[in-house]
């Protein structure tokens, strides 16, 4: 067996350490001020609309004056960062890019948090784009890499449950400081701010993480993938005396580096094809709740800051999908989950249409949350296993660019759906979305469950 397989075989054999949950929590420790920034422009769109820098509907189809545009040039950088820059990860290692992608997003957050008018704004909030779709991309690879099969799935929940707890803190900082004015500056720009601030933090915290051992031996450096296994196979004796590795063999990958055509060759065509077609839909569908849950609330009536308080009572459900999945993950296929939350998604998006008074809005806000999660804790571990260690980054990067790209043009549709049809139409199209992904990912999607990333990658 060469070394990637050796490296491969003991890290499956590896069992859940303290230490192991310390390496996944730093790592999501980053990806929790990803999402915060993922979820940013949702709890700040209100302030910027109050401020005049941007309208809430947006003249014309790709008009960049509203918050579509807004919510647009977000998501064309994040399609940036994952088609175009996927690839880097595979090339120079995973730590180094999510390293520096994370100061990256840092540095633009920061300027963004300064502009005056909407062209700037939506540039470096561009900007900021590219940084987070690189991270996030890179942060499913290594998670994916480091985790043996019986545990890889619970260990992508825990990683959600952190980076999801971003979401109600971006909600709450958005309810006490988007309609105030704080030292003669506008309370949208301190929500900003301490996104930039805790992504430095965060940088601080992991900088020792280790590279990817997979990624390590795949590039010929072997003597440092096997210092960093040795390492956490001693944890393991350390902590569990009667554990001893003893490895069932595993299939090897092939070695040395990929090529962007490989993801289109026989072997992995279909799988790519299955994961773009299920990434246009599912972000269309997701950030088509995720995004505008305050906008479609004022669409309705509803006042600016009653709607950022439902808002972030709804956002203190976003870690209960991936606290459930940590539960359930461990017996449960992942195409099925993902099926069975993209029919949730629609079931509870269509009810929230008919909900009445605070108790129904919050309660349909809260169960849509909730499968929204389900679904994107599932699909972010699912989409890693389907390629081998030379084109994973660059893999999940490719296929996960069209989500970014699909969410930065339905917002214009949605936005269009709401001037014209109002909110019961955007869940109309919500629920369309997520009929599509559940059918291609039943009908085509392998199983993964429990089998080794060099078994599914053959």
Same mark, same amino acid.
Request: charged residues 10%; proline residues 4%; aromatic residues 14%.
């Given at each position: 067996?060469?070394?990637?397989?050796?490296?491969?075989?003991?890290?499956?054999?590896? !069992?859940?350490?303290?230490?192991?949950?310390?390496?996944?929590?730093?790592?999501?420790?980053?990806?929790?001020?990803?999402?915060?920034?993922? /979820?940013?422009?949702?709890?700040?769109?209100?302030?910027?609309?109050?401020?005049?820098?941007?309208?809430?509907?947006?003249?014309?189809?790709?008009?960049?004056?509203?918050?579509?545009?807004?919510? @647009?040039?977000?998501?064309?950088?994040?399609?940036?960062?994952?088609?175009?820059? +996927?690839?880097?990860?595979?090339?120079?290692?995973?730590?180094?890019?999510?390293?520096?992608?994370?100061?990256?997003?840092?540095?633009?957050?920061?300027?963004?948090? /300064?502009?005056?008018?909407?062209?700037?704004?939506?540039?470096?909030?561009?900007?900021?784009?590219?940084?987070?779709?690189?991270?996030?991309?890179?942060?499913?690879?290594?998670?994916?890499?480091?985790?043996? &099969?019986?545990?890889?799935?619970? =260990?992508?929940?825990?990683?959600?449950?952190?980076?999801?707890?971003?979401? !109600?803190?971006?909600?709450?900082?958005?309810?006490?400081?988007?309609?105030?004015? $704080?030292?003669?500056?506008? +309370?949208?720009?301190?929500?900003?701010?301490?996104?930039?601030?805790?992504?430095?933090? =965060?940088?601080?915290?992991?900088?020792?993480?280790?590279?990817?051992?997979?990624?390590?031996?795949?590039?010929?450096?072997?003597?440092?993938?096997?210092?960093?296994?040795?390492?956490?196979?001693?944890?393991?004796?350390?902590?569990?005396? +009667?554990?001893?590795?003893? !490895?069932?063999?595993? @299939?090897?990958?092939?070695?040395?580096?990929? =090529?962007?055509?490989?993801?289109?060759?026989?072997?992995?065509?279909?799988?790519?094809?299955?994961?773009?077609?299920?990434?246009?839909?599912?972000?269309?569908?997701?950030?088509? /709740?995720?995004?505008?849950?305050?906008?479609?609330?004022?669409?309705?009536?509803? @006042?600016?800051?009653?709607?950022?308080?439902?808002?972030?009572?709804?956002?203190?459900?976003? &870690?209960?999908?991936?606290?459930?999945?940590?539960?359930?993950?461990?017996?449960?296929?992942?195409?099925?989950?993902?099926?069975?939350?993209?029919?949730? $998604?629609?079931?509870?998006?269509?009810?929230?249409?008919?909900?009445?008074?605070?108790?129904?809005?919050?309660?349909?806000?809260?169960?849509?949350?909730?499968?929204?999660?389900?679904?994107?804790?599932?699909?972010? +571990?699912?989409?890693?296993?389907?390629?081998?260690?030379?084109?994973?980054?660059?893999?999940?990067?490719?296929?996960?660019?069209?989500?970014?790209?699909?969410?930065?043009?339905?917002?214009?549709?949605? =936005?269009?759906?709401?001037?014209?049809?109002?909110?019961?139409?955007?869940?109309?199209?919500?629920?369309?979305?997520?009929?599509?992904?559940?059918?291609?990912?039943?009908?085509?999607?392998?199983?993964?469950?429990?089998? &080794?990333?060099?078994?599914?990658?053959?």
């Amino acid at each position: 067996m060469n070394g990637a397989g050796t490296i491969a075989t003991r890290l499956a054999a590896l !069992p859940a350490t303290r230490g192991t949950w310390r390496r996944v929590s730093l790592l999501s420790l980053g990806g929790f001020f990803e999402f915060y920034d993922l /979820f940013l422009g949702t709890y700040v769109a209100p302030g910027l609309v109050k401020s005049g820098v941007l309208t809430t509907t947006t003249p014309g189809l790709f008009g960049t004056t509203g918050v579509a545009g807004f919510f @647009a040039a977000f998501f064309a950088g994040l399609f940036v960062g994952t088609a175009l820059f +996927g690839f880097i990860a595979d090339r120079l290692g995973r730590r180094s890019v999510f390293t520096w992608s994370l100061i990256w997003y840092a540095a633009a957050s920061l300027v963004m948090a /300064f502009q005056t008018d909407a062209f700037s704004l939506n540039v470096w909030r561009f900007i900021c784009g590219i940084g987070v779709g690189v991270e996030l991309v890179t942060i499913d690879t290594y998670i994916a890499e480091i985790c043996p &099969p019986a545990w890889r799935g619970r =260990a992508f929940a825990y990683a959600n449950v952190i980076q999801f707890m971003a979401i !109600p803190l971006a909600a709450l900082l958005g309810w006490l400081l988007v309609p105030r004015t $704080i030292l003669g500056l506008d +309370g949208w720009r301190f929500v900003v701010m301490a996104g930039s601030a805790g992504a430095l933090a =965060a940088w601080w915290l992991r900088r020792r993480l280790p590279e990817s051992p997979r990624w390590l031996a795949q590039h010929g450096r072997s003597a440092e993938a096997e210092e960093i296994v040795a390492g956490w196979e001693l944890e393991a004796r350390l902590e569990q005396p +009667g554990w001893t590795s003893v !490895p069932a063999a595993a @299939a090897a990958e092939g070695g040395g580096r990929g =090529a962007f055509m490989e993801i289109l060759s026989p072997r992995y065509r279909g799988r790519t094809i299955m994961l773009i077609v299920f990434n246009l839909f599912q972000a269309a569908g997701y950030y088509g /709740f995720a995004s505008w849950v305050p906008t479609l609330l004022i669409s309705q009536g509803i @006042a600016v800051t009653t709607s950022l308080l439902y808002t972030f009572i709804i956002a203190i459900a976003a &870690p209960i999908g991936p606290l459930l999945g940590l539960w359930f993950t461990g017996h449960i296929e992942r195409k099925h989950l993902i099926v069975g939350a993209a029919l949730a $998604i629609a079931t509870f998006g269509l009810l929230f249409t008919q909900a009445r008074g605070m108790a129904g809005v919050i309660a349909c806000g809260v169960a849509l949350t909730v499968a929204n999660n389900v679904l994107s804790f599932a699909y972010h +571990g699912y989409q890693p296993e389907l390629y081998p260690t030379r084109i994973r980054a660059f893999g999940v990067g490719f296929v996960y660019s069209f989500s970014r790209l699909s969410t930065m043009f339905s917002a214009f549709v949605i =936005a269009a759906i709401l001037r014209v049809a109002g909110a019961g139409g955007v869940f109309v199209f919500i629920a369309g979305c997520m009929a599509v992904v559940a059918l291609v990912i039943g009908l085509f999607g392998p199983r993964t469950h429990g089998r &080794p990333l060099e078994m599914i990658s053959q």
